[in-house]
């Protein structure tokens, strides 16, 4: 499910409403530093057509025109949303992006969120994170509370280290979202103990000020992984809600 524009949509969103999207990665490619077993855009190997990354005069001039085509219509969008073919945070002119992006959504859509969707892996460089502080939504991934356990749902390129991540979102200090994904697959178990306990733990030292739980929504480049139910997952989650801890589940 790969995007073939820069800027597109609005599309409707499970979680941030009418969503407009920006996708900072090749349009007929993906470029991630994860290769999770459950991305809508399937494995990195098969996403290598396309390397070609958008400037941020390109992306400007895109949203600027996609906007004002929105405002004259009358489409209404709720989230201008960094998500796309991979991890966004990997184009090289990202902390400028969005700087243009806030520019254009105080112009056009005031009313309107900036939310960007990423596995924070590059929340330790200090452009990322300064950016990341200006946006309305971060939206931060972590689906597994320690390094082994990442490596069998999301399956990291490169050196990742689960404890070092959590420094770098403690410097948030709690404003950020969490953005964490239930499955279940013969390697991988959100619901076990193993998993549960300790994300619940790495809950409440991050204290972010909302969690966003979710589960499978579109085809898998793996097969045989099984989605929870909203029942399910509300379950899991109660000892935290009970805790004051503000969750959105969404099936």
Known sequence: MLREE?????????????????????????????DCIYCECGWNKDGLEDRRLPSAAEVREA???????????????DSITFSGDGEPTLNPDFAEIVRDTLQLRDRW???AKVSVLSNATRVCREPVFQALRKVDNPILKLDAPTSELAARINRPVGDYDVE???LDLER???DFILQTMFLRSPEFDS???????????????????EIMVYTIARPTPQQGLEKFS?????????PLVKEGF???IKA
């Open 6 to 34: 820069t800027v597109f949509g609005p599309i409707k969103s499970r979680r941030l409403g009418s969503s407009l999207g920006i996708n900072l990665l090749p349009t007929k490619g993906k470029l991630c530093n994860f």
């Open 63 to 77: 949203l600027d025109t996609r906007l004002r085509e929105c405002s004259e219509a009358g489409t209404p969008i």
């Open 109 to 111: 859509y005031p009313q």
């Open 164 to 166: 070092r991540l959590l």
């Open 172 to 174: 948030f200090e709690g």
């Open 191 to 209: 619901s076990s103990p193993e998993v549960l306990l300790p994300w619940m733990d790495m809950v409440r030292r991050l204290h972010p000020r």
């Open 230 to 238: 909203e029942e399910e997952m509300a379950a899991l989650v109660a």
């Open 246 to 248: 503000n969750i959105q």
